[in-house]
């Protein structure tokens, strides 16, 4: 069994900054891509950044520049340092990964989501 526990969402001013982590554990055998979505009431999930084991990352438009996804492969952990927040960044941000347990193919695990609030 493996699983992915997020930390550090929270109520913050506009133009303010906050560090999420997102820690996979559990009969791991490798983590493939590990990344970010955010879900807004009323709107569909989006992609926010994601990042390969080997480092290369990909970011949505509305937050390059602002965020940024640090990666500790030696403690299966995800990051996401999310500065000068707006108010539209407001939503639930689910971290998932794609891992392989030992003896089964590669799967895609999702965080259970921690609510990231920004105040004007």
């Known amino acids: 069994q493996v699983q992915l526990v997020e930390s550090g969402g929270g109520l913050v001013q506009s133009g303010g900054s906050l560090r999420l982590s997102c820690a996979a554990s559990g009969s791991i055998f490798s983590i493939n891509v590990m990344g970010w979505y955010r879900q807004a009431p009323g709107n569909q999930r989006e992609l926010v950044a994601r990042i390969t084991s080997g480092g290369a990352t990909n970011y949505a438009d509305s937050v390059e520049g602002r965020f940024t996804i640090p990666r500790d492969n030696t403690k299966n952990t995800v990051y996401l340092q999310m500065n000068s927040l707006k108010p539209e960044d407001t939503a639930i941000y689910y971290c998932?990964?794609?891992?392989?347990?030992?003896?089964?193919?590669?799967?895609?695990?999702w965080g259970q989501g921690t609510q990231v609030t920004v105040s004007s």
């Open positions: 998932y990964a794609d891992m392989q347990r030992y003896g089964t193919g590669l799967y895609t695990y």
